[in-house]
């Protein structure tokens, strides 16, 4: 039975360091590989994996995400699916796995059903970057998560205003996620110039713990996180290293933590 | 005549709540990133309508460089050889560039201009939208990217070159299906990337709020003209039995409609693209087809196309710019509450229709459009020589004449 988000950050806390939090596309390449993945990655040491549902059109993703999307739709993976390995994942493994993924995806399953189904596959919370909280009232979805004890990680852009900062902590649940740039998923080589002041900025309205995402790619980068941030996402770096490299990969990244 | 004449932007009982939720339709399902650029957007939308310098100067790029009003042409001869209801076109395929897309286009660039922006960013399908936004950034001075998916790109040749010659850059697009979905999916990524400096034009009555309502009331010219122009015709306070026009995202059909919402006994038609077989899928667009399925996808709550799954699914048209998935939100509106009806047209009779139109009347309508007369065809002789249809040509088809040559021979 794998621990929540909220228990996970208290470890990271407690062991004064940066948390790590990696992610994977359900499908990509195949429904097997994404299973050993996952448990490569636990294995090394990371504190939580996003498990993202393949899906047609990702409006976040940039090309590398969307691709591996594509190529798991392609090769017929199904939300029930997804579900069916999650649920095996989490009982393999003890650190919170999140479900990321787009909002039809859980509105065409059924809101209610989408997260009574997750909840029942072990899922420790959800990220859904077409879901912001003003459609809330017509949706209820975080009303419904929170039913189930199910945090919805916020995401923080370095184009949110104050005013929507504050909004944000109000209602954000376990941490908050803050995309480190303007556009979309993928790796860079450099981290963006105006990072430490925006980190700040949110620090100052934001009491929940950060983790920063896009883009984040090395150690150094990792690095540079420390006293920012409380967790550092790595998402379109590990996507394509194989699966024999990826636990070097990952060790060298969390030895920076 | 301008007195005389309703005002550009109005009212309907049609409209949206504040967030832009047509009943369960509409709304702002972005990422954060975009929520701050989709309110300033909204706030310097609504300033601008209630300011008459921005209003005055609407219809004056309108009159002198769209060449507006388009006429309401009465088409004595197809009327004459289906023998029924007198068949009516507005003809936006006399406005500058050639199609209805001119319209929002010239107000979305007034906006973008008011808001200080250096560079407009368009999705484009049959490429009009994108030779309109392409025209615009040339006229105001602005920086003009234009994503195009790279199966629109090889079927609308024409308008490609059209747009870089206007100094636009075409962006082509590889993802996915390579059609309008995946150019709208780009453009908006390309929107995330520079949310401050660029300005997105839309070119569809769709997306997030409050881009449904304002493509809308720039289009709304249409059918204020209609009103004025058809009583011209038939008589003080006549107004048309019948509006037919093609819907893709749907910016013409809404901008003929919007006029008469309000008015019951102007029955409203749109027209989806039946494609090679309305039955199956990835042959044909009709979202409004047999069992509509609700879904939130770039960006907006309406009918769409997709799978157990909420995937979107694969479409097909022969014209470019009814290939799509999606439909505004306001006519999923309109569908719902039964103000409005939609039916479909395959691509074989769309292409029967472009030439029966072409040899009476002497007009090539777009592929698009050619959807709309195809369905009056149809119409008329079911009806009296009382009854009148106004169908709205949004474009003309000189981009369209290589298809149709490949198809025709």
């Given at each position: 039975m794998s621990r929540t988000i909220s228990e996970q950050l208290t470890i990271i806390k407690q062991q004064h360091r940066l948390g790590v939090m990696t992610h994977v596309v359900m499908g990509y390449p195949s429904l097997h590989e994404t299973k050993q993945r996952v448990l490569a990655m636990a294995a090394a040491g990371v504190d939580s994996i996003e498990l993202q549902i393949p899906f047609s059109d990702p409006l976040a993703d940039g090309p590398a995400i969307t691709k591996a999307n594509q190529?798991?739709?392609?090769?017929?993976?199904?939300?029930?699916?997804?579900?069916?390995?999650?649920?095996?994942?989490?009982?393999?493994?003890?650190?919170?796995?999140?479900?990321?993924?787009?909002?039809?995806?859980?509105?065409?399953?059924?809101?209610?059903?989408?997260?009574?189904?997750?909840?029942?596959?072990g899922i420790q919370g959800f990220t859904i970057p077409d879901m912001p909280l003003t459609e809330e009232p017509y949706e209820h979805f975080y009303a419904l998560a929170a039913q189930a004890n199910l945090p919805v990680i916020q995401l923080i852009s370095p184009?949110?205003?104050?005013?929507?900062?504050?909004?944000?902590?109000?209602?954000?649940?376990?941490?908050?996620?803050?995309?480190?740039?303007?556009?979309?998923?993928?790796?860079?080589?450099?981290l963006p110039d105006h990072l430490i002041t925006y980190l700040r900025t949110v620090r100052q309205y934001v009491t929940l713990p950060l983790a920063v995402g896009f883009g984040i790619s090395t150690p150094k980068h990792i690095r540079a996180l420390h006293g920012l941030a409380d967790v550092a996402v790595i998402g379109s770096a590990l996507l394509n290293v194989s699966l024999e490299n990826l636990t070097q990969q990952l060790t060298n990244l969390c030895a920076e933590r | 005549m301008k007195s005389s004449m309703k005002k550009l932007f109005f009212k309907t009982q049609y409209e949206p709540d504040e967030h832009?939720?047509?009943?369960?339709?509409?709304?702002?399902?972005?990422?954060?990133?975009?929520i701050p650029a989709l309110e300033e957007l909204t706030q310097a939308y609504e300033q601008a309508k209630a300011d008459p310098s921005f209003v005055a100067t609407v219809h004056e790029v309108f009159k002198n460089y769209?060449?507006?009003?388009?006429?309401?042409?009465?088409?004595?001869?197809?009327?004459?050889?289906?023998?029924?209801?007198?068949?009516?076109?507005?003809?936006?395929?006399?406005?500058?560039?050639?199609?209805?897309?001119?319209?929002?286009c010239v107000g979305q660039a007034l906006l973008a201009q008011r808001l200080g922006k250096t560079r407009l960013i368009a999705e484009t399908g049959a490429g009009q939208h994108g030779v309109a936004t392409a025209t615009v950034a040339a006229k105001f001075g602005l920086h003009c990217t234009v994503h195009m998916g790279a199966v629109d790109v090889q079927r609308q040749a024409p308008n490609v070159f059209w747009m870089q010659q206007l100094g636009a850059e075409v962006r082509v697009v590889h993802d996915g299906s390579q059609t309008?979905?995946?150019?709208?999916?780009?453009?908006?990524?390309?929107?995330?990337?520079?949310?401050?400096?660029?300005?997105?034009?839309?070119?569809?009555?769709?997306?997030?709020?409050?881009?449904?309502?304002?493509?809308?009331?720039?289009?709304?010219?249409?059918?204020?003209?209609?009103?004025?122009?058809?009583?011209?015709?038939?008589?003080?306070?006549?107004?048309?039995?019948?509006?037919?026009?093609?819907?893709?995202?749907?910016?013409?059909?809404?901008?003929?409609?919007?006029?008469?919402l309000d008015d019951k006994q102007v029955k409203l038609i749109g027209v989806e693209a039946g494609g090679r077989n309305p039955n199956q899928v990835g042959e044909h667009a009709t979202r409004l087809g047999r069992q509509p399925?609700?879904?939130?996808?770039?960006?907006?709550?309406?009918?769409?196309?997709?799978?157990?799954?909420?995937?979107?699914?694969?479409?097909?048209s022969v014209s470019a710019g009814l290939d799509y998935p999606g439909i505004g939100p306001e006519h999923a509106y309109l569908y719902q509450q039964g103000r409005a009806q939609y039916v479909a047209v395959t691509d074989v009779q769309a292409v029967q229709a472009f030439r029966a139109l072409a040899n009476t009347e002497g007009i090539v309508p777009a592929l698009e459009s050619a959807h709309a007369v195809a369905y009056a065809i149809q119409l008329a002789p079911t009806l009296p020589p009382k009854k009148t249809i106004v169908v709205n040509i949004s474009g003309r088809g000189d981009k369209d004449y290589f298809i149709l040559r490949e198809l025709i021979h």
């Open positions: 190529q798991a739709l392609a090769a017929g993976v199904t939300v029930q699916q997804c579900l069916q390995l999650a649920e095996q994942l989490t009982r393999a493994v003890d650190i919170p796995l999140q479900c990321i993924g787009y909002y039809n995806t859980i509105h065409h399953f059924g809101v209610q059903q989408f997260v009574q189904a997750s909840q029942a596959a184009a949110t205003p104050i005013e929507r900062l504050r909004l944000i902590n109000q209602h954000a649940q376990a941490m908050v996620y803050c995309v480190s740039r303007f556009g979309v998923t993928g790796a860079h080589t450099t | 832009g939720h047509f009943g369960e339709f509409g709304g702002q399902y972005v990422p954060e990133l975009l769209v060449g507006r009003p388009s006429p309401l042409y009465f088409a004595e001869r197809l009327t004459k050889q289906l023998g029924g209801a007198k068949i009516f076109l507005k003809n936006e395929g006399l406005n500058h560039t050639g199609a209805h897309k001119i319209n929002h309008l979905k995946d150019a709208v999916t780009s453009a908006l990524q390309d929107w995330m990337t520079d949310p401050i400096g660029s300005y997105y034009l839309l070119g569809s009555a769709l997306g997030p709020h409050p881009y449904p309502v304002m493509v809308r009331d720039f289009q709304s010219i249409i059918g204020i003209e209609v009103a004025e122009q058809f009583q011209a015709y038939e008589g003080q306070g006549s107004v048309p039995d019948y509006l037919v026009a093609c819907v893709g995202g749907g910016s013409n059909a809404i901008g003929l409609f919007n006029a008469f399925q609700v879904g939130v996808i770039e960006g907006y709550k309406s009918f769409f196309l997709q799978d157990d799954d909420g995937n979107l699914q694969p479409t097909h």
